[in-house]
């Protein structure tokens, strides 16, 4: 079965330049999520689309930001990057049609180093 | 708004004896609680849900939880370990009544099972 996708899987940065994160959802799902993780941290959440919106916002800085595209699948874009932004991204999907009952499906994460 | 925590950080058995991981949540109204288990630069693979019905939950990999009400609990347990089942495992609650639908993570557990 199609899972998730995020790319790039590893990601090298210095500080203050930009970085790009892609998430390719399971076919049909309509909700997207952005977590990050921390060395020895749990995910903290970031964002989540539904049908292209906005539908939550959670502890993600000013200096980033994302989006949902027609295809379902999501950017997230950090700018004047921090050795603080090192950490583990994660994307996950959902299908939001009959309820918020399921359970999210995560991708691999995409590793960003920022030095 | 909703909490989960794991009261331990690590959990030491040996291999063929029962296990238990511990998680106690907050939230309004009848919670949507689930498990998750990650493995090292891995992401986080869904392993059980509690939405409502029996209180006792099966999952993946032999995992089974068991949902409390009054003690507003959701332990993770598994009648015989395996020394592969060796890995991070976060509980998770979501908002019933929060159209956003996002999860919220536990601390973690890191889970060792000697040989």
């Known amino acids: 079965a199609a899972g998730v996708i995020q790319s790039p899987r590893h990601l090298i940065k210095e500080k203050r330049e930009t970085a790009t994160l892609k998430c390719y959802p399971i076919?049909?799902?309509?909700?997207v999520y952005w977590y990050q993780q921390g060395p020895g941290q749990d995910p903290q959440f970031l964002i989540s689309?539904?049908?292209?919106?906005?539908?939550d916002k959670g502890s993600i800085p000013d200096r980033f930001s994302a989006q949902q595209f027609s295809d379902y699948h999501s950017e997230l874009n950090m700018s004047s990057l921090e050795l603080g932004d090192s950490a583990l991204y994660f994307c996950?999907?959902?299908?939001?049609?009959?309820?918020?009952?399921?359970?999210?499906?995560f991708g691999e994460g995409s590793r960003l180093t920022v030095l | 708004a909703q909490s989960v925590a794991q009261p331990e950080d690590q959990v030491n058995v040996a291999e063929g004896n029962p296990l238990t991981v511990k998680c106690t949540y907050s939230?309004?109204?009848?919670?949507?609680l689930f498990w998750y288990v990650q493995y090292p630069n891995r992401g986080l693979q869904f392993l059980l849900k509690?939405?409502?019905?029996?209180?006792l939950v099966k999952g993946s990999y032999g995992f089974e939880a068991e949902f409390n009400k009054s003690q507003t609990s959701f332990h993770l347990k598994k009648p015989s370990a395996l020394v592969s089942d060796s890995a991070l495992y976060f509980c998770?609650?979501?908002?019933?009544?929060?159209?956003?639908?996002?999860?919220?993570f536990g601390s973690g557990t890191r889970l060792s099972i000697r040989p």
């Open positions: 076919p049909r799902h309509d909700t």
């Open positions: 509690y939405i409502t019905g029996d209180n």
């Open positions: 939230v309004s109204g009848n919670p949507y």
């Open positions: 996950a999907s959902s299908l939001r049609t009959g309820g918020n009952t399921g359970e999210l499906f």
């Open positions: 998770a609650v979501r908002d019933p009544y929060s159209s956003a639908s996002k999860i919220i």
């Open positions: 689309f539904y049908e292209k919106m906005q539908s």
